[in-house]
């Protein structure tokens, strides 16, 4: 008899064991939410972790006010469908108290905001563990994530004090007031996740797949037409189909021509595309270490 | 298309290290690898493309595709482990790409202890010297199942059959004194492609497989331990819904052997007996469980059964025990403390410990045993002995990675000081 599991069972046997490792070893885990197809792994993975008992942790939303309608209507019905406990942390909240001022111009972003409503959720809520979604193929800052990252109390990741992780055997050991980001799919690449969705058929937002939509061109991209951002003259939208390759704040979140509307579709696009997934998001853009900076500050 | 997804089902995931000195070639090799197996996305080779101009290159230096962190590129070198990810139609593969200096030994011990292949870089000018044999002593101590040697920058010596032999042998006569099952030797050029992914027509005295097809075909299907079951209980799963009411399973990872419906198995440290009546998954009831799945049991009767204990089977069990040998990796600036006290973690299994000894300090470049020396720094390999507060279940590293492994954790400060290989 041989006995062997294929690369995505492993890569789901290695997760589940992650979530469960964050269920036993913390008081108060949140899971991270974005909408995208990442976080939905992750609490799909979880359901199978717990199963046949409910996600034992809530999910957290970090709502930058910018979000596509129909991101929002997937989170609603998910949540309701699994019974799990949905948390909003607000941007716009934000603002409003004064906590953070809001970027002007062509570029405007709520994006780097959102470390700061994520800090201050977390905070609030007394979550001692966020499960995120993030993968290590994403971005070479990623590249040397573990899966328990620790932060100290002000909800900073350092690169140079990170605790080495060996075979299975994780250290959630913490001072009061300091806090783990844990993420379990960090071996996961995007051909994986999708490979994996398809096979498990699980139902995602209707913004992945292509669609006709009002979208204009930026420095190379092409982003959604919505009355979040401020057009130059020169940017006249135009219709076309598109789909997003990641889900996050619209002003940010490029939109790649595409005529994939089927999973297999996608999977067949991304196999043979050239552009990583993050080549559409304008905030990692910014420099050529804006995601490692981020990091360094507490964003997810 | 639609049959064509299914094809990844069939697809092995394979997991190895790769550790040289900075002028192996290792970052050039990984490009290599990554950029000829289509694993490198157009911006991401534009960004490299942009990054070699800048700083005066001739040609695109593949190596800036594996370069991390900021303060690293400052630096010029490679500070902690980095994983990398490529695949080819056969397999899926993790590269735990770590730095080879010695005060880097740490971050090997990490990148090792999750690997199926160690894959050694030798500067074909330069021979087997004192990093090599490093690499080599931490495979071994390791348990790597598979150690893979390229004798790298062939080109440089004219794609010679005698230099890559020369190589070959003294490798094999330092080789033969550690526990190391299966090694082979590759000559390639990671800089030219020669062996790498492609069969080099430079050195048609080479008769064996290129370095790809190598990692898609070694033989990895036995690396896990099939024979013992450990089954370390992490999480009781307990509905408490109407529609399982008394529903109890013991959620977890198979560590060792196959666990299947209705075998008499017996749970430490309590040493009940009972059967297991089901074996569960979210995709339905399954009849047995092997490494590495994570599964649900379910035992006909009704145990009290938490976190940190273990399912057997009734005739095989690991042994329980407070006091440890172990090999100890340090990997902290603080040194160890003789008679300190530290927790220390084994499967989902935690405990407080004392140092009761240092035997040794190993010299990893020689395997020299230094009974003289007992400060251990970071970096230093010794062999200690243990107390713990309560008894653990452990087997020797040597029969299982998972629960032969522990690490050691400060008391004050929560840093991970050290990881143990039990003897």
């Not at chain 1, 993975?45 to 006010?65: C, E, S, V, W």
């Not at chain 1, 889900?247 to 790649?256: F, L, Y």
């Not at chain 2, 695949?87 to 999750?114: C, L």
């Not at chain 2, 040493?271 to 799945?293: L, R, Y």
Request: aromatic share 10%.
């Amino acid at each position: 008899m041989d006995y062997h599991l294929n690369h995505l069972k492993e890569l789901e046997a290695e997760s589940i064991f992650v979530i469960r490792e964050v269920a036993a070893q913390f008081e108060n885990p949140v899971l991270m939410f974005s909408g995208g197809k990442d976080s939905i792994l992750m609490v799909y993975l979880a359901q199978k972790a717990f199963y046949p008992a409910r996600i034992p942790f809530p999910l957290l939303h970090i709502d930058t006010g910018h979000n596509f309608p129909e991101a929002i209507e997937y989170r609603d019905n998910l949540v309701k469908r699994l019974g799990v406990r949905l948390m909003v942390g607000s941007v716009q909240e934000a603002i409003d108290k004064g906590l953070v001022v809001e970027e002007k111009g062509y570029n405007a972003s709520r994006n780097g905001l959102q470390t700061v409503a994520l800090l201050e959720a977390l905070e609030k809520g007394k979550f001692d563990a966020a499960l995120g979604g993030a993968r290590r193929d994403e971005e070479k800052a990623r590249a040397k994530e573990r899966f328990f990252s620790h932060r100290d109390e002000f909800g900073q990741w350092n690169p140079k004090n990170q605790r080495p992780e060996l075979w299975n055997l994780f250290n959630s050991k913490k001072n009061f007031g300091e806090h783990f980001r844990v993420f379990p799919i960090s071996n996961w690449t995007e051909l994986d996740v999708w490979q994996y969705l398809a096979l498990e058929k699980v139902e995602l937002p209707s913004l992945y797949f292509a669609h006709k939509r009002m979208v204009f061109e930026r420095d190379g991209n092409l982003l959604a037409d919505c009355e979040f951002i401020q057009k130059r003259p020169t940017e006249v939208p135009k219709e076309m189909m598109v789909r997003c390759r990641t889900i996050g704040d619209m002003t940010c979140t490029g939109v790649a021509p595409s005529s994939a509307d089927t999973v297999e579709k996608i999977i067949q696009e991304i196999a043979t595309t050239r552009i990583t997934e993050r080549g559409g998001r304008a905030d990692d853009k910014r420099s050529e270490t804006s995601m490692e900076d981020r990091k360094k500050q507490g964003y997810f | 298309m639609s049959d064509d997804i299914y094809k990844y089902e069939d697809m092995e995931l394979l997991r190895f290290t790769t550790a040289g000195s900075v002028d192996d070639g290792k970052s050039t090799l990984i490009g290599r690898l990554l950029y000829d197996s289509k694993s490198i996305f157009q911006d991401q080779y534009e960004a490299i493309e942009a990054t070699s101009l800048r700083r005066g290159e001739s040609e695109v230096n593949l190596a800036y595709l594996t370069d991390g962190l900021k303060a690293e590129r400052e630096q010029g070198i490679t500070i902690d482990v980095a994983y990398r990810y490529f695949s080819t139609p056969k397999r899926k593969f993790i590269i735990a790409d770590t730095p080879g200096h010695i005060q880097y030994t740490r971050n090997m011990v990490t990148g090792a202890s999750t690997a199926n292949v160690a894959l050694i870089l030798i500067d074909a000018r330069n021979g087997v010297v004192e990093q090599t044999r490093r690499h080599a002593i931490i495979a071994s101590l390791l348990q790597i199942p598979h150690l893979l040697v390229c004798i790298n920058k062939m080109d440089l010596v004219d794609y010679k059959e005698e230099a890559y032999h020369k190589i070959h042998q003294e490798f094999e006569k330092f080789a033969s004194k550690l526990d190391i099952k299966d090694v082979s030797f590759i000559p390639i050029s990671a800089l030219k492609g020669d062996n790498v992914v492609d069969r080099s027509s430079r050195m048609t005295w080479y008769e064996g497989p290129t370095l790809l097809y190598y990692l898609e075909n070694v033989h990895i299907a036995s690396d896990h331990n099939f024979i013992d079951v450990r089954f370390p209980v992490q999480y009781v799963v307990r509905p408490h819904s109407d529609e399982f009411h008394d529903y109890r399973g013991y959620a977890g990872r198979v560590a060792g052997g196959v666990i299947k419906k209705g075998d008499k198995v017996m749970v430490l440290p309590s040493g009940f007996t009972s059967k297991v009546a089901k074996i569960n998954t979210f995709d339905g009831e399954i009849n047995e469980a092997f490494p590495p799945m994570s599964a649900t049991v379910l035992l006909e009767d009704d145990i009290d059964i938490s976190r940190g204990d273990m399912i057997v089977r009734e005739n095989n069990s690991p042994e329980a025990t407070q006091d440890l040998e172990i090999m100890v990796c340090w990997f902290n600036d603080r040194p160890l403390q003789p008679r300190g006290k530290y927790t220390i973690l084994h499967t989902s299994q935690e405990a407080r410990c004392i140092i009761k000894e240092v035997r040794y300090k190993m010299d990893i470049n020689t395997l020299h045993r230094n009974t003289d020396d007992k400060d251990i720094k970071m970096n230093d390999i010794a062999r200690i002995v243990v107390r713990t507060t309560k008894p653990l279940f452990v087997d020797s590293y040597n029969k299982n990675r998972i629960t032969g492994s522990v690490i050691l954790v400060d008391e004050g400060t929560n840093e991970t000081m050290g990881a143990g290989m039990i003897i």
